[in-house]
């Protein structure tokens, strides 16, 4: 079954800029979605097919996808950008949904 | 208001079963494929199942295969998720998630989930 690999832990200093990974074999050849989930709530969606934004949430979140991995970058990390993270792709040849491990995102 | 709302979690013993259902509104439910993912407590995401905008063909989660069954009224703008032979190890919060028009499988609404604790 295909994998997703997530750091545990990301982090960041308010003001610069964090960055997730997510590794998988030719996830370049996939369609990366990125989301967000505050302590207690639901996942949002942030990112979907790679470099998507959803309505609303701002530019500072973007996306990339390439070769083996997959990155959620976040400028100017603020303190309410502290969440779990998680990555996920549709996995064709299983007809399975794939998400990653999470990586929680630490505001120092 | 667009959303889906969750009922019928609780606590349970090993070996009995349980039903979800999920009550979608706002929006043109019978148009979006559904899914069910569940998260233990602690721990990542898991996705379960998901179900077609008609109402097949439904996929599972090896974890849950021949245990768990989806399904759908599109007329009550209702998902439903059957549990059998349920273990402490689908203890977890269960979420339903509407999968976005267009696209690969990215899931833009969520629910806020109803937990369901197996356990003697």
């Known amino acids: 079954s295909y994998v997703l690999t997530q750091p545990p832990s990301v982090s960041e200093a308010p003001g610069q800029t964090a960055r997730i990974t997510c590794g998988g074999n030719?996830?370049?050849?996939?369609?990366v979605h990125w989301y967000q989930q505050m302590p207690g709530q639901a996942p949002v969606l942030v990112v979907f097919?790679?470099?998507n934004r959803l309505s609303g949430i701002p530019e500072r979140f973007s996306g990339s996808n390439s070769g083996n991995t997959a990155t959620l970058t976040i400028s100017r990390v603020e303190a309410g950008d502290e969440a779990d993270y998680y990555c996920?792709?549709?996995?064709?040849?299983?007809?399975?949904?794939?998400f990653g491990g999470g990586t929680k995102l630490t505001v120092l | 208001q667009v959303q889906l709302v969750e009922s019928g979690g609780g606590l349970v013993k090993p070996g009995a079963s349980l039903r979800l259902s999920c009550a979608a509104s706002g929006f043109t439910f019978s148009d979006y494929y559904m899914s069910w993912i569940r998260q233990a407590p602690g721990k990542g995401l898991e996705w379960v199942s998901y179900i077609r905008s008609s109402g097949s063909p439904k996929y599972y989660a090896d974890s849950v295969k021949g245990r768990f069954t989806i399904s759908r009224e599109n007329a009550k703008n209702s998902l439903s998720l059957q549990m059998n032979s349920l273990s402490a190890e689908d203890t977890a919060v269960y979420y339903c998630a509407r999968r976005r028009l267009g696209g690969y499988h990215a899931f833009d609404l969520w629910g806020q989930g109803t937990m369901v604790t197996v356990s003697s």
């Open positions: 996920q792709v549709w996995d064709s040849s299983r007809d399975h949904v794939v």
């Open positions: 030719n996830i370049g050849g996939k369609s």
């Open positions: 097919d790679d470099t």
